[in-house]
Antibody, heavy 123, light 110 residues
């Protein structure tokens, strides 16, 4: 069974840093692109970042570019999101999500999601 | 990248059909067949309902269907059931190699 378990959320002051983790199990982690998606309280979903299966390429939403860094450790089956220079508007539940694949074909959609971890940026 | 445009809310009675629209630009919805739709119940993680405009993952009811015309994609739910009441989000791959979501639509089953 595919499982994605986020951790590392919490309360942080504006300008502070936080590192989120997403522990993956039930599939060959190193074969899949992975994403972070966030959702501010009572608001909609917002895509944050992507990392290729081997970590060779990353992509970011303009709102976090230069402040957030996505990475992965395929030996530990873990995805990370390093968040620096945090702002109040970064307050959200952060989900990690795995690319949806059907057999050997993968698609630009997310078939599995974690339960999310809440990040609150406030003084 | 501006968010895709969805109606804030739609409603329908059990057994009826509803359609949720998702309007973007030629740089996202209109430029790629990479539109997907997600269902989210309160306090839960999103669930993939449609990918690549009109494809259903295994296990998703065939009451859910997707389509696209120009810069607008649509999700249709036929034979509405009480458990369909949820928030629905569209998303599209973009020309910037990023993804953009719609603002979400709250579906109420009357």
């Amino acid at each position: 069974e595919v499982q994605l378990v986020e951790s590392g959320g919490g309360l942080v002051q504006p300008g502070g840093s936080l590192r989120l983790s997403c522990a993956a199990s039930g599939f060959t982690f190193s074969n899949y692109w992975m994403h972070w998606v966030r959702q501010a309280p009572g608001k909609g979903l917002v895509w944050v970042s992507l990392i290729y299966s081997d970590g060779s390429s990353t992509s970011y939403a303009d709102s976090v570019k230069g402040r957030f860094t996505i990475s992965r450790d395929n030996a530990k089956n873990t995805l990370y999101l390093q968040m620096n220079s945090l702002r109040a508007e970064d307050t959200a539940v952060y989900y990690c999500a795995r690319t949806y694949c059907n057999g050997a074909t993968c698609f630009k959609a997310w078939g599995y999601w974690g339960q999310g971890t809440l990040v609150t940026v406030s003084s | 990248q501006s968010a895709l445009t969805q109606p804030a809310s739609v409603s329908g009675s059990p057994g009826q059909s509803i359609t949720i629209s998702c309007t973007g630009t030629s740089s996202d919805v209109g430029g790629y067949d990479y539109v997907s739709w997600y269902q989210q119940h309160p306090g839960k993680a999103p669930k993939l309902m449609i990918y690549d405009v009109s494809n259903r993952p295994s296990g998703v009811s065939n009451r859910f269907s997707g389509s696209k015309s120009g810069n607008t994609a649509s999700l249709t739910i036929s034979g509405l059931q009480a458990e369909d009441e949820a928030d629905y989000y569209c998303t599209s791959y973009t020309s910037s190699s990023t993804w953009v979501f719609g603002g979400g639509t709250k579906l109420t089953v009357l």
